[in-house]
């Protein structure tokens, strides 16, 4: 037993850093997001929806971002429409937690993993108003693509981002690499 302890030492060391930053993250955003009501908005969602109101605004968009009286989200008037609602999973909270965990699982000297941990929230973060508002735009144009626009091409555009940072971060910045 004790050979395959220390065979598969790294995978296990990445295994359990990896799923222990994951859950302390995850449990602190809990937290955080319990310490709102249900029918409150936390504050990083109505950050994200005035980012989302003055991108769109900035390329001349009729917008207005509302609270959602009475339930948890945002309601985005386009166009003088209510067109979307950006809710607490729409805030990318999550995907910054899996980006960070898997950073910290493959981490590298202290000073690079950091700034790189810092790179990647802000640059998810950039991306997800982006997609939020390039979402609205398209619902707007297109609402019968709604389902894959926001279903398929959304999810893959900051996923997709995402693995691209975990490959550049491994191949150039963790201690694995060569």
């Known amino acids: 037993m004790k050979k395959y302890l220390v065979q598969f030492r790294p995978f296990l060391v990445f295994i359990g850093t990896f799923f222990a ?22 504050g990083i969602t109505q950050f994200v929806g005035k980012n989302v109101e003055h991108l769109l605004e900035a390329f001349g968009y009729d917008v207005d971002v509302q609270r959602n009286i009475g339930a948890s989200g ?41 700034l790189y941990i810092l790179f990647g ?9 982006v997609r939020i508002a390039l979402l609205t735009v398209l619902l707007f144009h297109f609402p019968e693509k709604g389902h894959f626009l ?29």
């Open 21 to 42: 930053a994951y859950i302390v993250l995850t449990v602190l955003y809990k937290l955080y997001l319990n310490s709102f009501s249900t029918t409150e908005v936390d």
């Open 74 to 114: 945002l309601q985005v008037f386009f166009q003088n429409e209510y067109l979307v609602r950006i809710i607490e999973g729409c805030n990318a909270i999550s995907v910054i937690i899996l980006f960070i965990s898997f950073v910290l699982a493959f981490s590298g000297k202290l000073k690079a993993t950091l």
């Open 121 to 129: 929230i802000v640059l998810i973060y950039i991306l997800n108003v």
């Open 150 to 178: 926001h279903g398929v091409v959304f999810p893959l555009i900051i996923y997709g981002a995402v693995f691209i940072l975990w490959v550049i971060w491994v191949n150039k910045f963790s201690k694995y690499a060569k």
